[in-house]
Structures are given as structure tokens and as C-alpha cells.
């Protein structure tokens, strides 16, 4: 029978790094504490005991200024804070992929997102990073979307041992819904790349084999998962947790095709183990998945019998398109290069290099090419019994691997795709002898729904890290790239540049990208400063009251703004518009100078009113009663009426937007004399009243008349009260 495996077996990176972490302290510290199994399988926690770590459930069995390795799955946020206070030194084995989740949901609260969780809500891994935040809804793969109600923007983050395929179900599910009600749904492809792996790997197992063995613990649950992708293909799959376990599996001699899978914390000598014992039991051969070859243990005389057949049939082996050769120049000529291929078994084998393949840059030159010089050249076709290559297709290739060795140390670089996955997972493409993949979620910030409409689009892409590619950039000559890195460095660096010019009263330009409306009820105007949206207030659009912005303010025009105050750290900003523009008032100070006599006519005298308005024709003015006429008036209907033409003066702006007005100003002067003669009289009658008055008190033969006329009114008035008192 054939053994059909997966092609990762044992742990995966976050188990393995947790493991390692927690022998190191056990190497270290004589005792070591951990908070549940450090992964859910019973054989190595055994092992790990036996070692002396000790595993508790109740944190209050650990004692203070212990040494504690936090699991691979992670720990809640109250756990840690309490061990913190026990002062206990803290390891943490949390794995790279999960605290990848726990940063992003953290981080998305924090943004105004409110948290989806898919997944077993009593997972150890689930309760850890949802501690960390408090708007969370948990869900499960229902069609109900009742709570896209809640919020205007989710966040959905999934357990990374859960179903990959139950994740993409509802997360189409989700966007397609979410898209209907006009919401915002981010998606963070959190499952780990290890367990989509073993999962497809799974399905493909289970549809060629007749009896599949799932080796690991039952309560692991990616373990769990691949038991029940199986178990739904092929009925004879067996849960195999120890060697013992095989004693269940039936009719063992007639199986034909075994499926071997196991789970992320399932140890690798235990999954060799078991195929040992198997194929010992049915003398069997092992068959990876992979490329289905049959590797056999093979004597040295077969070996070299193969090899020698080998050898004697290379030369029927036909080339390939874009298989790189060694040739050797037989002549050149105008034409191109004659040539043989230098191999032990093509030396009658005529080669053509045209000339047009030749040189990358400049022309081709047939002297430099001399009989007896080694090219390499990769192969374009076989025609008419002739072998067709190209020196420049090469040199071509030989320049971009250059390249691609740049980009493995981390150089950013624009590339075209051309094409993408058959699953449409990625974008794909070849530069010299590498691949180079772009996963949809690396391409922007937002999910990516289609992504054939990348296709003949330059991007800017930089290789993922080893923990964000799950060490895929280790694959032979692949790179794993992303657009969203430099993406997210670059809106970094904006917003650090933006928040640094923004303080209050700064006077910045931004572009008006939409107006704001609630209920139908406009609020305001979104202003694009350096691509980050602001808000200016509709009562801070304008001194004049407005019913919407548009009346003030034109979409995809630049004005200048003003902060009037900001919020970084919910990512808000205030702007004022009106208060760099000029005040009514201001305006109609500037359009009449005081001093400036000016006609209108009286459009209003409210009736029992002090003042009148007066029609400028553009503006308007008032002119109150007291500046009406020189002489006292006891209504403005006595001396104006409605339609009347005057001719006034202006004396200043009112609060109310209306041009202050003198009548009496801009009416002629009168002359001095008479002015004089007016004084004189009153004078003259004030002073005659005080010396009757006076010479009631104050004996005429004593005081003249002459001298009552020199007095002025303040002496007369203390001479009254010293007569008053000498009269007492």
C-alpha cells in the first residue's frame, strides 16, 4: 500500500518556539510554573513534567517571585496583570501568529472598530487576546447579521486553529451583507498558515486514501478539525493519539492507500513512529503527497543499474522552454551565433543564437564572439531540427536574480503582474528564476474582493518577514511580497507629518472632499488636509447664518482653514473658515469710511421706535433719533417718513450689519454769530436768575450788580449756601 503524508509534519513554529522557551528556563530555573498545558497534547506535557515544569490551572497555586512561561496560546490581560503584582518573572511563549491577532484587535478598538470574534469562545487562545478589549461581539457561522446595526465599522478576527473554510464562507458572508447596509468590515486573515495547510492537505488526503489515521490529541483543536474534515470524505479515518491506538484501526492487510495527517502540536517521532509501524506491518512504500514519487530503499547495485540507464537514455531527454544551457561557439556570422550544446551527450546537436538574441543593449558584433567561447543561453524552441536559444534571455534572467537577491535582503521594488493564482489567493509572477507572490491580504489596506484587477498593475512591494509569510520566503527561490508594508510605513510617516503642523490657530490649505449630513441636516464640511479628513463645523463656515456648507464652500476646491482644536489621540480635528475671513461690520467699515456723506432713502421707522432705517440700495443704515435733527424731537415721524431721500453722514458700523448715520451732520453749519447770539442770551438769563435768588440772602447796597455779573455759577452757588447759613 501507499503512505500519503502531509507535507509539513510535527509541531509548527509557535509550538516549537514555546516548547524550546520552556526547556531553556527549566535549564535555567529550578522550578517553572505555567498557567494550563503549555499545548494540548498529553505526551509531550508528560515529557515536560517529568523535566519539572509545573502545570497549574488555579493562578493562585502560583507562588509570588515565581518564574512563569505563558503558553502558546497566550494569556488574558487579568492574568498577567495578577501575576505582575505577585511580582512573578514572566516568560512569554505566546505564539508570533497569535500575538499578531491580539495587537491588531487592540489596535482596531482603539480605532473606533468594534471586534468579531469567530471562534470557540472558552479556547484558551480566544479568551487571552479578548480580554484586551471591551467592544467585542462573539459569533458564530449563522446567516444572521442583525449586528451590523451596533456600529458603522467591524473588525473581523478568527481563532487561528479554526476551519479555513467556514472562515472564508462567512467572511464572504459577512462583506457581501456588510456592503448592503453601507458598513465598513475589516478582515484579518488570522488563521495560521500552518493550519490551512494541513486542512487542505487534509481534503486532499482523504479523497485518494481508504483509511486515514489523524495523529494527535483530542484536545487539540486544530488536531480536532482535521478529524472532522476528514471523517466527512473518508469514513474510515481513526484518531491516533498513542502507537497503542493502532490496534483499532480495521482490516490493516487490505489497505491500499494510507492517509497519515496530524496536528500543529503533535510531535514528529510520533507521526514517524506510527508510518514505521504501518509500513512494517504491511511492508509497505511512503509515498508524499507532494510529488507522489515512490522513494524506495534501493541496494547500491540497483543504484547504480539506475543511474547507469540514466546516462545511456539523457540524451533522448528533451529540453525545456527556459531551461538555462551551456553552449559553445562554432562561428558567428552575421546572422548570429552557430553553436553545439556543451553536454556530454548534445555535441552533434547545432544551436542558433539569432542576433536579435544576442545583446541586451547596443548591437551585435560577430567579432567579438570567438570559436571555442562558452555561452550560457536559455533555450527558446526546437525547429527543424535545430536547437533555438538566447544569450540575452539569460543575461536578462541573471539580472533580475541580482535583483531578487537584493530583495531577499530587503531592497522595496515595483513589479507587473500578469496573472494570478488558480484560486485567486494571489498575485504571481517570475523575476529570473524566482516567483513572486503577493497574497491578496498584502496588497492594500482594505480586503481585497477581486483581485484579477491587479493584474497589469505596478506595484511597490517589499518582502514579508519571516513571521508575517510563516517562513513561505524559505521556499525554494519563492518570494512572498507585500504592497500593504509600505502602505501602512508611508501612512506612518503622513500622519506623524500631518499631526506635527497641527496645532491650535495654525493656518493650514485643505481640499473640501464632501459635506457632512445627519437626518438629512447638514453639519458641516469634510476637508482633506494631507489625506487625513477634518471636520469644519457649518457654524464655522460662515459670520452670516447659512442653511448648508455648499453655500460658503465648493467640493474639490483648496481654502485655507484655521484649527480651532484637535484630538489626536481619537484622530480629530476642528477647522474654522469664517475666522479668517472678515467680519460684516469689518466689510461695510471698509466700503463706508466714517466721514463719508452718503443718500438712501427711509425704508422703516418702527412704530414707538428710536431710529430709522435707511436703504443704501446694496446695504443698509440707521440713523437714530438723536442724530436726526439739532433740536429735540419727540418722534421720528415728525421730521421723516417712509420713502423720504436724505442725504447723511456716516459716523460708524452697527453689531447688526447696518451702517451707522447722522442727518444732523451732513446738514449745513449755521453761522458763529448767531450760535454766539444764542449763548449770550441763555447766559445772560442763567446769571440774572442766580442774582434774584441770590439778593434774597445778600443786601444790595453790599453787593452791586457789577460783581454778581462777574461771578461765575460754582462761586454763586457758595455764596447762597453762606448766606442760607448766616440767615440761620
Not at 339 to 359: G, P, Q, S, Y
Not at 360 to 382: Q, S, T
Request: net charge negative.
Amino acid at each position: 500500500m501507499k503512505i500519503l503524508t502531509q507535507k509539513i509534519i510535527g509541531f509548527c513554529k509557535g509550538v516549537e518556539r514555546s516548547i524550546e522557551l520552556l526547556n531553556n528556563a527549566l535549564d535555567t530555573y529550578k522550578q517553572v510554573y505555567m498557567l494550563g498545558e503549555i499545548i494540548n497534547n498529553r505526551l509531550v506535557v508528560d515529557s515536560l513534567k517529568k523535566k519539572g515544569a509545573i502545570f497549574v490551572n488555579d493562578i493562585e497555586k502560583i507562588p509570588n517571585n515565581s518564574v512563569v512561561v505563558i503558553r502558546a496560546h497566550g494569556e488574558s490581560k487579568e492574568n498577567i496583570d495578577y501575576l505582575n503584582q505577585k511580582s512573578c518573572k514572566i516568560i512569554d511563549a505566546t505564539c508570533p501568529k497569535v500575538q499578531i491577532v491580539r495587537d491588531e484587535v487592540v489596535k482596531k478598538e482603539a480605532e473606533g472598530y468594534k471586534v468579531l470574534i469567530l471562534g470557540n469562545p472558552m479556547h484558551p487562545e480566544v479568551l487571552g487576546f479578548s480580554s484586551l478589549i471591551k467592544n467585542k461581539l462573539f459569533i458564530d457561522e449563522s446567516d444572521n447579521f442583525d449586528f451590523l446595526s451596533e456600529s458603522d465599522k467591524f473588525f473581523l478576527v478568527t481563532q487561528t486553529s479554526y476551519n479555513y473554510n467556514k472562515h472564508t464562507i462567512y467572511a464572504q458572508n459577512l462583506s457581501k451583507n456588510a456592503d448592503i447596509q453601507n458598513k465598513l468590515v475589516v478582515i484579518l486573515d488570522s488563521i495560521c498558515y500552518t493550519t490551512k495547510e494541513r486542512q487542505n492537505s487534509a481534503v486532499e488526503i482523504a479523497n485518494q486514501a481508504d483509511t486515514v489515521l489523524v495523529i494527535g490529541d483530542k484536545i487539540s483543536s486544530n488536531t480536532t478539525k482535521l478529524f472532522e474534515i476528514s471523517n466527512k470524505i473518508c469514513k474510515n479515518t481513526y484518531f491516533v493519539t498513542t502507537i497503542s491506538d493502532l490496534k483499532s484501526v480495521k482490516n490493516k492487510e487490505s489497505i491500499k492507500t494510507l492517509g497519515i495527517l496530524s496536528g500543529a502540536s503533535t510531535p514528529k517521532e510520533l507521526v514517524l513512529e506510527v508510518i514505521k509501524v504501518m509500513s512494517e506491518l504491511n511492508k509497505t512504500e511512503e509515498q508524499k503527497l507532494e510529488d507522489q514519487n515512490v522513494n524506495e530503499q534501493k541496494s547500491k547495485e540497483e543504484q547504480f543499474a539506475e543511474l547507469m540507464e540514466k546516462s545511456l537514455t539523457e540524451s533522448e531527454k528533451p529540453i525545456k522552454p527556459g531551461e538555462m544551457r551551456e553552449v559553445e561557439v562554432v562561428f558567428a556570422d552575421e546572422t548570429g551565433l552557430r553553436c553545439n550544446l556543451v553536454e556530454t551527450h548534445r555535441k552533434a546537436d547545432m544551436c542558433f543564437i539569432d542576433k536579435d538574441e544576442v545583446e541586451m543593449e547596443g548591437d551585435y558584433d560577430a567579432d567579438k564572439y570567438k570559436p571555442g567561447d562558452i555561452i550560457k543561453a536559455v533555450f527558446l524552441r526546437h525547429e527543424n531540427q535545430q536547437f533555438y536559444f538566447s544569450k540575452k534571455a539569460y543575461d536578462k534572467r541573471q539580472i533580475e536574480n541580482e535583483k531578487a537577491e537584493k530583495i531577499l535582503q530587503g531592497e522595496d521594488f515595483k513589479f507587473t503582474f500578469h496573472r494570478t493564482t488558480p484560486n485567486n489567493s494571489c498575485l504571481i509572477g517570475k523575476m529570473g528564476d524566482y516567483s513572486i507572490l503577493v497574497p491578496a491580504s498584502q496588497i492594500t489596506f482594505r480586503h481585497v474582493k477581486d483581485i484579477t484587477k491587479y493584474v497589469g498593475k505596478e506595484l511597490r512591494l517589499r518582502i514579508l518577514p519571516p513571521e508575517d509569510s510563516e517562513n513561505k520566503n524559505t521556499r525554494k527561490r519563492t518570494i512572498f511580497a507585500s504592497q500593504k508594508l509600505i502602505l501602512e510605513e508611508e501612512k506612518a510617516s503622513k500622519e506623524e507629518a500631518f499631526w506635527a503642523k497641527i496645532d491650535v490657530n495654525n493656518v493650514l490649505e485643505g481640499k473640501v472632499k464632501r459635506f457632512g449630513y445627519k437626518d438629512d441636516k447638514p453639519f458641516g464640511a469634510f476637508v482633506s488636509i494631507d489625506g487625513h479628513d477634518c471636520l469644519a463645523h457649518i457654524g464655522d463656515l460662515s459670520w452670516t447664518k447659512i442653511e448648508k456648507p455648499e453655500e460658503v464652500l465648493e467640493i474639490g476646491k483648496v481654502y485655507e482653514f484655521v484649527v480651532l482644536n484637535f484630538d489626536r489621540e481619537n484622530n480629530r480635528v476642528s477647522l474654522g473658515y469664517k475666522q479668517l475671513q472678515k467680519r460684516p461690520h469689518e466689510i461695510l467699515a471698509e466700503k463706508y469710511p466714517i466721514g463719508t456723506i452718503v443718500k438712501g432713502t427711509v425704508k422703516e421707522i418702527p412704530e414707538k421706535g428710536f431710529f430709522a432705517v435707511i436703504d443704501l440700495s446694496e446695504d443698509e443704515g440707521i440713523v437714530y433719533i438723536s442724530e436726526i435733527a439739532d433740536k429735540f424731537i419727540e418722534s421720528i415721524s415728525d421730521e421723516l417718513t417712509v420713502g423720504q431721500e436724505i442725504e447723511a453722514k456716516v459716523i460708524g458700523t452697527e453689531r447688526f450689519n447696518k451702517v451707522k448715520l447722522s442727518i444732523k451732520q451732513a446738514a449745513p453749519s449755521k453761522e458763529p454769530a448767531e450760535k454766539f447770539s444764542k449763548s449770550t442770551k441763555e447766559n445772560s438769563k442763567h446769571k440774572k436768575n442766580q442774582q434774584t435768588e441770590s439778593n434774597e440772602y445778600i443786601s444790595s447796597e453790599s453787593m452791586g450788580a457789577t460783581l454778581a455779573d462777574l461771578l461765575d455759577e460754582e462761586t454763586a452757588k457758595k455764596l447762597k449756601e453762606t448766606a442760607k447759613n448766616n440767615k440761620k
